[in-house]
C-alpha cells in the first residue's frame, strides 16, 4: 500500500542503490527492444482499451496542444493524435532507447510533423509555464523519483483550464481477484520478461512499483497539492488500471 504522499514508491528502485532516476533510464533503455512485446503480453492487449478511455476523458477540452510525459514508444501520443487531431503533441521520456523506438514508429506511419519526441526529466520540464491545453501519462508515474514534483512540474506547463489525464497500473482490492493478480505479477510476469529482454530486474520492479504507488484518494490528494482541481479517478479492469484527471 501507498504512504499517501509518494515517498514509498519513490524508494522502489529497478537496481537497488543510487538515484531512481538514472535507474529509471537504465532500466527501460535496456528493456526498450522488449518493451511493446511485454505490454500487450502482460496486460493481454487490453492496455490499448485503457488508453482509447483516458483519451475520451480529453475529448471534451479539445485540446490543440498536448505533452505526453514517460512517452516510452510513443503508443499513447500516437493513439491521441488518430483520436484526438491536435495541432502537434510532444512527447518526452529519460529513455533514449525507448524514444528511439517512438520515433521509428511515428516516422512509419508519417506523423513526424503532428507528433515530436524530446528526451528530458519530467523533474524539470524544458517547457515554459502555461503553454500544454492536455498533460497526459501512461504508466509512468510510478517511475518518477520525486512524485510530489512531477505533479507540480505537469501543473506548471498546463494552461488554465487544461486537463491532466494519468493513466497507471493499480492493485486490485477484492482478495479473490488479489490472490490471481499477485501470482501473475509477481511470478509469470518477471519469468516472462527476463525471458524476452533478459533483464530480471526490470520485471521485478514492476510488480514492486505497482503496490508502492499511491492509489486512488492518495493519488489524487497529489494531483491537488500541485494546485489541480476537479480530481478524479475511475478503476478499470478489477482494478488493475486506474484513469486519474484534474483541471488546472
Same mark, same amino acid.
Given at each position: 500500500?501507498?504512504?499517501?504522499?509518494?515517498?514509498?514508491?519513490?524508494?522502489?528502485?529497478?537496481?537497488?542503490?543510487?538515484?531512481?532516476?538514472?535507474?529509471?533510464?537504465?532500466?527501460?533503455?535496456?528493456?526498450a527492444?522488449?518493451?511493446?512485446?511485454?505490454?500487450?503480453?502482460?496486460?493481454?492487449?487490453?492496455d490499448?482499451?485503457?488508453?482509447?478511455? =483516458?483519451?475520451?476523458?480529453?475529448?471534451?477540452? $479539445? #485540446?490543440? %496542444? /498536448?505533452?505526453?510525459?514517460?512517452?516510452?514508444? !510513443?503508443?499513447? =501520443?500516437?493513439?491521441?493524435?488518430?483520436?484526438? $487531431? #491536435?495541432? %502537434? /503533441?510532444?512527447?518526452?521520456?529519460?529513455?533514449? !532507447?525507448?524514444?528511439?523506438?517512438?520515433?521509428?514508429?511515428?516516422?512509419?506511419?508519417?506523423?513526424?510533423?503532428?507528433?515530436?519526441?524530446?528526451? !528530458?526529466?519530467?523533474?524539470?520540464?524544458?517547457?515554459?509555464?502555461?503553454?500544454?491545453?492536455?498533460?497526459?501519462?501512461?504508466?509512468?508515474?510510478?517511475?518518477?523519483?520525486?512524485?510530489?514534483?512531477?505533479y507540480?512540474?505537469?501543473a506548471?506547463?498546463?494552461?488554465?483550464?487544461?486537463?491532466?489525464?494519468?493513466?497507471?497500473?493499480?492493485?486490485?482490492?477484492?482478495?479473490?481477484i488479489?490472490?490471481?493478480?499477485?501470482?501473475?505479477?509477481?511470478?509469470?510476469?518477471?519469468?516472462?520478461?527476463?525471458?524476452?529482454?533478459?533483464?530480471?530486474?526490470?520485471?521485478?520492479y514492476?510488480?514492486?512499483s505497482?503496490?508502492?504507488?499511491?492509489?486512488?484518494?492518495?493519488?489524487?490528494?497529489?494531483?491537488?497539492?500541485?494546485?489541480?482541481?476537479?480530481?478524479?479517478?475511475?478503476?478499470?479492469?478489477?482494478?488493475?488500471?486506474?484513469?486519474?484527471t484534474?483541471?488546472?
Amino acid at each position: 500500500m501507498s504512504d499517501g504522499n509518494g515517498t514509498q514508491v519513490e524508494q522502489v528502485t529497478p537496481y537497488g542503490e543510487g538515484a531512481k532516476t538514472e535507474q529509471v533510464r537504465q532500466m527501460f533503455d535496456s528493456i526498450a527492444p522488449a518493451y511493446d512485446f511485454m505490454n500487450r503480453a502482460m496486460t493481454m492487449g487490453i492496455d490499448i482499451w485503457w488508453r482509447r478511455l =483516458a483519451v475520451k476523458r480529453l475529448r471534451g477540452i $479539445r #485540446p490543440k %496542444h /498536448i505533452l505526453d510525459v514517460a512517452t516510452g514508444t !510513443g503508443d499513447f =501520443a500516437i493513439q491521441l493524435n488518430e483520436s484526438l $487531431r #491536435p495541432e %502537434h /503533441i510532444t512527447g518526452i521520456d529519460l529513455s533514449q !532507447g525507448m524514444l528511439d523506438e517512438a520515433c521509428r514508429k511515428v516516422k512509419a506511419k508519417g506523423l513526424d510533423n503532428a507528433i515530436t519526441f524530446e528526451q !528530458g526529466d519530467c523533474m524539470a520540464l524544458p517547457m515554459q509555464d502555461g503553454v500544454f491545453d492536455a498533460v497526459t501519462v501512461a504508466f509512468g508515474v510510478r517511475n518518477f523519483e520525486h512524485l510530489q514534483q512531477g505533479y507540480q512540474e505537469m501543473a506548471r506547463v498546463l494552461k488554465p483550464g487544461g486537463m491532466l489525464c494519468v493513466l497507471e497500473l493499480s492493485t486490485p482490492t477484492n482478495p479473490i481477484i488479489r490472490w490471481f493478480y499477485d501470482v501473475y505479477t509477481l511470478h509469470i510476469i518477471p519469468w516472462l520478461g527476463t525471458l524476452k529482454s533478459g533483464d530480471k530486474s526490470a520485471y521485478r520492479y514492476l510488480p514492486q512499483s505497482i503496490a508502492a504507488v499511491p492509489q486512488g484518494e492518495d493519488m489524487l490528494q497529489l494531483m491537488r497539492n500541485a494546485g489541480l482541481q476537479k480530481a478524479a479517478f475511475k478503476r478499470l479492469t478489477l482494478g488493475v488500471c486506474t484513469i486519474y484527471t484534474a483541471v488546472k
